[in-house]
């Protein structure tokens, strides 16, 4: 391995936009070109990014100059594509959630470390300084123990019905689209595992019939409980409180901060509050540059694939239990 990574993409799905920038930042990183299925498509996205254009994914699986692939297909399709990349010797950052289902995120793992090959799952917002900001407070007890965590992750996109999370296929819908943001800074911030989950949800049949409001409820050892109200057909909201024993912080603009907005949190106590300013910064960049460390040997990712195990765990119970109107239980990954 040499000392600059070679990236590829894997699809021209709509956050290319974000992650081509992010990658061609990156010190050391270099990317090589664009895969798609759709050899019009291929070539357009290559003339207009000044890259190689891949005519169909094997294509830049089999380029032996690849050292590392962006994956940013459909939920549905990223076991599939993972397997087939890893099995390519590739090194896979793939987008959230990894997989629909446990078993899925396990034998995608599982190939990885036969590979000898790193998989991430591409949970950007926590490579961001502030998330490492609320961590340390978190820990040095500046709100006391948590109670509780709100997140409210919504939008409306139920006019697109060409969306890929409308088209009814695995993976589908607001648990998988922004419910793997809400419960996966649950459980950071939180620092274990749920027991349970209950979900109760709005589904549309004209979307696939899937999930497009969806009310959560996380139960965490010790009474610790997180909620989230998740939205494809919802007004904007991006935000994420803490409460802990004795005071909370808030993080506005949660997950979507771009690389120019105010990335300041709140920290309250009571009827008093503080903003603590943030740097802004680009977490897209960041996160190429954390995963390419951990290929060259400089550093260790920032969640371990293990992570995305216990991720798959949750949503896949959560899935279950809109459908059948339960509160499952969770063993284990």
């Not at 000392?3 to 992010?22: E, F, H, Q, S, T």
């Not at 790193?118 to 123990?145: K, N, Q, S, T, W």
């Not at 803490?242 to 005071?247: K, Y």
């Amino acid at each position: 391995m040499t000392d600059v990574i070679r990236w590829g993409v894997l699809g021209v799905a709509g956050i290319n936009a974000a992650m081509v920038p992010a990658i061609r930042a990156c010190p050391g990183a270099e990317l090589l070109g664009v895969a798609s299925r759709d050899e019009g498509r291929a070539r357009d996205v290559a003339a207009t990014e000044r890259l190689d254009p891949y005519v169909g994914y094997d294509a830049l699986l089999t380029d032996p100059k690849v050292d590392a692939v962006y994956l940013p297909t459909p939920n549905a399709q990223h076991a599939l594509w993972t397997l087939r990349a890893v099995a390519a010797g590739k090194h896979v950052l793939c987008e959230k959630p990894l997989a629909v289902t446990a078993s899925e995120a396990r034998e995608m793992a599982d190939a990885a470390v036969a590979a000898g090959v790193h998989l991430a799952e591409a949970f950007m917002y926590a490579h961001h300084p502030r998330y490492h900001l609320v961590r340390r407070l978190i820990a040095d007890g500046a709100i006391g123990d948590i109670r509780s965590i709100h997140v409210t992750f919504t939008f409306d996109a139920s006019g697109e019905l060409g969306h890929s999370g409308f088209q009814g296929a695995p993976g589908s819908g607001a648990i998988y689209d922004v419910g793997c943001y809400a419960v996966h800074v649950a459980r950071t911030l939180i620092g274990a595992e749920p027991e349970a989950v209950t979900a109760h949800a709005m589904s549309s049949l004209t979307h696939g019939d899937i999930d497009m409001s969806t009310s959560l409820l996380v139960e965490f050892p010790g009474g610790v409980g997180a909620t989230a109200q998740l939205g494809m057909w919802n007004g904007d909201r991006d935000t994420v409180t803490v409460i802990g024993s004795r005071g909370w912080i808030e993080i506005p603009r949660a997950f979507l901060c771009s690389a120019t907005d105010d990335a300041g949190i709140v920290l309250g106590e009571g009827d008093d509050s503080r903003v603590i300013a943030v740097p802004p910064a680009d977490h897209y960049a960041l996160q190429v540059a954390c995963f390419d460390a951990a290929v060259r040997g400089d550093g260790e990712l920032l969640f371990p694939i293990d992570d995305a195990i216990h991720q798959a765990v949750v949503l896949e119970a959560a899935t279950r239990s809109w459908r059948e109107r339960v509160r499952v239980p969770i063993s284990g990954s």
